[in-house]
């Protein structure tokens, strides 16, 4: 490998027959996927196609870093995963901060590719160039955290970073999550299930190798203006926000703006949001304050309980999980919610998946579609947290009830049948995230257009969530402004998720958190071109625009592999609750989401046929995947 | 030489177990990122969210100096420095130091130590919350009122009625 930034080197691993390879990553991966998400792309577009079963041996799972994983560039400590999904049938990746990333760089490898299926329980062990494949019987059916502890101490050394499953990943649910340094998750679209279905228990993973970069001078240049970007312009934005508070402050901002999903995506606004705010959570609980890998925006942190039935130190809750075990099951007691999200955590499941679902039962209860005969009991009453944490457990382990949960709302609702499918909120099978398109118009094309599903990451705009209208005059143009920081406008939004798709797909190629790119936003193109290009020396991305095109191919790809497995326009839709019911409660009270009046830009932003959301012959030829036209209509 | 009156001082209670110190250090020592061979090392109990950062303390009455055989560690002002053009090898210091403030490079094999980056300590300049920083020697304890004065305060506030009961 020529280029700088990259170990040179991926590991292949064939559980089926036990063999393990080490391989050169391609210069020309490299050159036109640039790494992490870009590499899952073309990895599963090559090895997996519309017959592969998720939880089959073809199944592949990509584990990727990008180009700047390790390096001193600010948050360049997550890794990416890329498999077909349990949950959906269709895409689906994942991505974990923490500090496993970064070590597998520094170990010398660009990218881990497991396939096949172990017979037995195995772990992975990645120690620099020794790399093999140890007993796992003695950890199966531990939890993440317990798993953690005992790989190190076999491995007689605690500075592993280790990566692992829980119960539930090795049950099959179907939203298992990966949990690595001990609560940091790659939760959405079952990536967990998929290493259980290969009886993959954990990776453990220690280098010393390190990682070099192509122009030093360059590279501590842009490293030295991104620490001001975020220190000195943006310092105080990200000081009072992400690193006080955690992600929990969106809580209290986004209810302000009526757009938390509140009694399963009922309404967007709540009453007592307070009580599960990042002020309260401050004020009350956090004891100290945490960090992935590289870290200047900080927004990892730690809460204490001292008394009462959840009493324990946990890793404090994200927005996300705070609303979809909060909000979401009209609970606001913070110790349950810490301790579902550790359970979450322990058990190996994705949070919002799993609230999600709950919430599909609750409604179901609260309607009567759903009784004590299917539960086994259980009673589903909004708010009622002893359940709820009950009914976690039992989904891990697939016991009773839980075995319903554990398929995710789509499957779980078509199990139980009686009109209970229309309160299950998901887009392609992946639950809806903490979002609502009624109140924000753009995140409901985001949910409805994402390749994994209803999910944020992929190209949620938060230019409308508190108005960064320097931000937005400086990348669209002056006369944009307005439409574009209103949250219930659509004029431009079409446009917009198309550019946020790009920008975070790079963001997820090179790779660089969301929390400096999408949220605070305070990178874009130009930063993540001066990067690449002074880390790996590739000089065609110093033009912004190349990477630009880099980026809508990983984009466009990713399409295909949906567009392969079937999926068209009609597939990119929303619940009708956020169609044809209008917002309850709120500040965004009597609104929907007004979907089409954004689609048609989007498929022409994105270079598709708006008929059909297939990408047009031309788009495919204008990125280098002119091999595909002509086959999907 | 670096400007000897200043010393590293650690404060474990602000670091949050990023590693910014450890690649920073690295870089500057080797031109990689590769936390394992720096000179300082965050050790951390993730899921309780214990963090320390571990470097060479510089100690005034230092260990390492006495138990080196040949004088390729020796005091400078208020540092400690290692010429390792005396140096055997004999990891002496090594097993002297209370702290692991002098270590094994895990590629070379050879002992190495914290230099203060001839005077601007890439770790104290990186740290972004504070737990690093390079200081006068005669300001830290100043500084520690400073920060007790602080956390006096805030007890202080508890204890005063804020109104409403």
Known sequence: MRYGGYAGRYIRVDLSSGSIGVLETPESLARDYVGGLGFGVRLLWDEVDERTDPLGPDNRLVIATGPLTGTLFPAAGRYQMAAKSPLTGIWGQSNSGGFFGPELKFAGYDMVVIQGRSERPVYLVIDDDEVRLADASHVWGKTTFETTDIVREDLGDETFKVMAIGPAGENLVRFAAVINDAGNAGGRTGMGAVMGSKKLKAIAVRGSRGVRVADDGAFMEVVDEAYEKLQVEWGEAVRETLTKYGTPNLVEAINAIGRMPVKNHWTGYWERADEIGGVAIRERYRVKQGSCYGCLVQCKYYVEVREGPFAGRYKGPEYEAIVSFGSSLLIDDLPAIFRANHLADALGMDSISLGMTIAWAMESWERGLLTAEDTGGLDLSWGNADSVIELIEKTAYREGFGGVIAEGSRRASQIIGRGTEKYAMHVKGLEISAQDGRAHQSSGLTHATAARGADHLTSLSCLEERGYERVAAERYGEDKVRELTDPLETKYKGWLVKDLEDLYAMGNSLIICWYEVGWPPVFYFDDMARALAAATGMEEYRDPRAIRIAAERIVTLRRMFNVREGLRRKDDTLPERFLREPMPTGPARGNVCRLDEMLDDYYRARGCDPETGVPTDETLRRLGLGDLAGRWR | ?165
């Open chain 2, 1 to 165: 030489m670096p400007a000897v009156d200043r010393i590293l001082v650690v404060d474990p209670e602000r670091c949050t177990g990023c590693r910014i110190c450890e690649a920073a250090c690295s870089y500057q020592h080797y031109g990689e990122f590769n936390p394992r061979r720096s000179y300082i090392t965050v050790l951390k109990r993730e899921s309780d969210g214990l963090f320390v950062p571990m470097v060479c303390q510089h100690c005034a009455k230092p260990l390492c100096v006495e138990a080196c055989p040949t004088g390729a560690l020796y005091q400078y002002g208020s540092a400690v420095f290692l010429d390792k053009s005396k140096c055997i090898e004999c990891r002496q210091c090594v097993n002297a130091c209370p702290f692991g403030g002098v270590g094994i490079d895990p590629v070379t094999l050879q002992v190495v130590k914290c230099d203060l980056c001839g005077g601007d300590p890439q770790c104290a300049r990186r740290c972004p919350t504070g737990a690093i920083s390079y200081v006068r020697a005669d300001l830290v304890g100043y500084r520690r009122k400073l920060e007790g004065a602080e956390r006096l305060s805030r007890l202080t506030s508890l204890i005063v009625p804020s109104g409403g009961g």
